[in-house]
């Protein structure tokens, strides 16, 4: 199959699974999306591991990229630092990760939230798989190491993200 083909494929997967489980949430009234949802003490730990990984990543990016050991290694080959095109992508990884820990750091100040609130960082994982996958499958210079490390924080923040979105009841807490 053409590259682009697969890429557009896996691409289509974080669309798909975030339109189903809007789709499922509208099907379920127990899982309404303005309904207030309490914040496990298990979710919190969740929720400040990712906010403290992400909030670190825009610096990172942006200003010591090229001072972080290894990093060929554990990415594959960096675009040099004098193209307009590294630096188009390191503005916008930046900002990714600048707005989720944004909307991460404004849940872990409450005690509850409307279920919609985890939409945010909902889609950033939902990617986050997705890239995943490509990393470790599709990387033109071979796997990345750098995947299995993500997969280790990223995939037990995703199941605790998802458990507590699906079994945590209705709260009647409105404010942090």
């Not at 909030?55 to 001072?67: G, K, Q, R, T, W």
């Not at 939409?119 to 796997?143: C, I, V």
Request: net charge positive; hydrophobic share 50%; with cysteine.
């Amino acid at each position: 199959m053409d590259g682009k083909l697969v890429t557009m494929a896996l691409a289509a997967l974080p669309y798909v699974g975030f339109g189903a489980l809007i789709l499922y949430c509208r099907m379920n009234t127990a899982l309404d999306l303005n309904n207030q949802m309490e914040i496990t003490p298990l979710m919190r730990k969740a929720l400040h591991a990712h906010f403290w990984y992400f909030i670190a990543c825009p610096i990172m990016i942006e200003v010591f990229l090229d001072a972080v050991p290894g990093l060929n290694y554990i990415v594959g080959t960096m675009p040099p630092a004098t193209t307009n095109g590294r630096h188009f992508l390191q503005c916008l990884a930046a900002e990714n990760f600048f707005v989720t820990s944004v909307s991460l750091g404004f849940i872990l100040n409450q005690s509850s939230v409307p279920r919609w609130a985890l939409m945010t960082p909902f889609a950033q994982l939902a990617w986050n798989l997705k890239n995943h996958l490509s990393w470790f499958f599709m990387a033109p210079e071979g796997r990345m190491p750098f995947a299995c490390a993500d997969m280790v924080l990223i995939w037990p923040i995703t199941a605790v993200y998802v458990h507590t979105f699906f079994t945590t009841k209705k709260s009647s807490k409105k404010k942090g």
